[in-house]
């Protein structure tokens, strides 16, 4: 995974942090059923996850847009309402007929993603 924030993110939010990034797919094989792990430490230096927000990928091949998309799955044992959030959660990958990834290469696709912690 390789991630990169927009121009002049992250920014401060109140006393968070909140970045706007593009994360690319994880290499051929590289991807783990269920998804792949994601934390704030390349953000803010480390922290919790408030909130992580993705969109559909994109990629640098025309023919290849929107292929994919990424829903965020938070630990089962998440924090009471209140609490902190998690220090990760996962980003599970599907294809847009709806199955999750398995070996294929998604490291030319990217997903934009709001995450506000820290």
């Known amino acids: 995974m390789a991630d990169t924030s927009l121009p002049g993110y992250p920014q ?3 006393s968070r942090m909140i970045a706007i990034l593009n994360h690319a797919g994880p290499k051929a094989n590289a991807y783990t059923a269920g998804g792949e792990v ?10 919790v996850l408030d909130a992580v927000l993705p969109g559909v990928s994109w990629s640098y091949n025309a023919s290849a847009v929107g ?5 965020v799955v938070y630990p ?7 609490a902190s959030g998690p220090l990760t959660v996962k980003l ?12 294929q290469d998604l490291s030319a696709e990217f997903v934009k993603l709001v995450v506000i912690g820290g």
């Open 12 to 14: 401060p939010m109140g």
């Open 38 to 47: 994601f934390d704030a430490t390349h953000l803010f230096g480390g922290g």
């Open 67 to 71: 292929t994919y998309y990424v829903i």
């Open 76 to 82: 089962v044992a998440q924090a009471i309402a209140g």
């Open 92 to 103: 599970q990958w599907f294809t847009a007929a709806g199955s999750e990834v398995t070996t």
